[in-house]
């Protein structure tokens, strides 16, 4: 079995203003520091209305195709914005996650990382916020349990800011845990560990600001992990932000890339031990580009070592 790569030109295509910390760059130098690596590259395609409805209606699916300018960049909030060419990135990076599963399903691969933007991890079921547009790893959750029946789907998300919108989108969903860890207090200000979902099915892990792998370690091993191997995950999906990194500019956590590494080994020794290794990884923030493509570098060697 191998690891593959999903990603698409198109995704630079997603334009932000000047100084926005949600820029092409990220994706490149991700790509660059992939490069040498061998995977197994796939090219995404984008998700259709029909895949998006499992999490987003359609009128708000009709509102965000509407936002998009014919020329130059729309804001839609404080923080996100769109250019042309947006709702294709947009639905390529869920697309992306989306065939990520059917290829761990269908026995093409191991495990799969989804080198796309705009990140996913904060579109709620009607609002886009946070850079995001459409909720990538909830619809590869859906997909997952919809499409090819799984029972149990988990979604973990170490980015350092709340997915509040994948929280949103699968609260109801008694097939999903959601398992999320983010420092506290920061935006989005949700995330509280009495946030459980409607079925106990999510799992808050608030970090304090100025803390480290330390902490964030021993959090996973005493709560993340034995609830993780309690659920019994079919398919283990993870929404792979990288901003927790100890230079990141838009938080105060003190990660390194070892911390990234040590996570991600982690969480795919559990799946071996629960999914038979089916791993599907998106990648969400990260905003300090050395630190980014260092550690997402770090998190795609160890889903290679796992998936060898």
């Not at 987003?56 to 729309?74: K, T």
């Amino acid at each position: 079995m191998t690891t593959a790569l999903i990603t698409h030109a198109d995704c630079l295509e997603h334009v932000t203003p000047d100084g926005h910390p949600e820029r092409v760059a990220r994706l490149e130098h991700v790509l660059h520091a992939l490069q040498a690596l061998d995977l197994h590259r796939v090219t995404a395609r984008e998700a259709t209305d029909e895949e998006l409805r499992r999490v987003h209606p359609q009128r708000y699916i009709d509102r965000i195709v509407a936002a998009e300018p014919g020329q130059g960049i729309a804001q839609l909030d404080a923080d996100t914005w769109m250019s042309r060419g947006s709702v294709r990135a947009a639905r390529l990076a869920a697309g992306a996650g989306i065939q990520a599963v059917d290829m761990v399903m269908g026995g093409e691969a191991q495990n799969v990382f989804c080198a796309t933007r705009p990140p996913g991890h904060h579109a709620e079921t009607e609002t886009p916020m946070g850079f995001c547009l459409f909720g990538t790893a909830a619809l590869a959750a859906k997909h997952a349990l919809d499409v090819h029946g799984l029972e149990r789907v988990a979604v973990v998300d170490f980015d350092v800011h709340h997915g509040n919108g994948t929280q949103d989108l699968l609260w109801n969903e008694a097939r999903s845990l959601f398992i999320t860890s983010q420092q506290m207090p920061l935006w989005p200000g949700t995330g509280r560990p009495e946030e459980r979902g409607a079925h106990d099915n999510v799992m808050n892990l608030p970090l304090p600001p100025e803390s480290g792998g330390a902490e964030m370690r021993a959090r996973y091993e005493n709560d993340a992990f034995p609830r993780l191997r309690d659920f019994a995950p079919e398919l283990l999906i993870i929404s792979a932000g990288f901003d927790a990194h100890q230079d990141d500019p838009l938080a105060n956590l003190n990660w390194t890339v070892d911390d990234f590494r040590w996570v991600t080994r982690a969480l795919c020794d559990i799946a071996a031990e629960t999914a038979g290794g089916r791993v599907v990884s998106t990648l969400e923030g990260g905003y300090d580009l050395a630190g980014l493509s260092a550690s997402a570098k770090a998190h795609v060697e160890v889903l290679m070592e796992a998936g060898s």
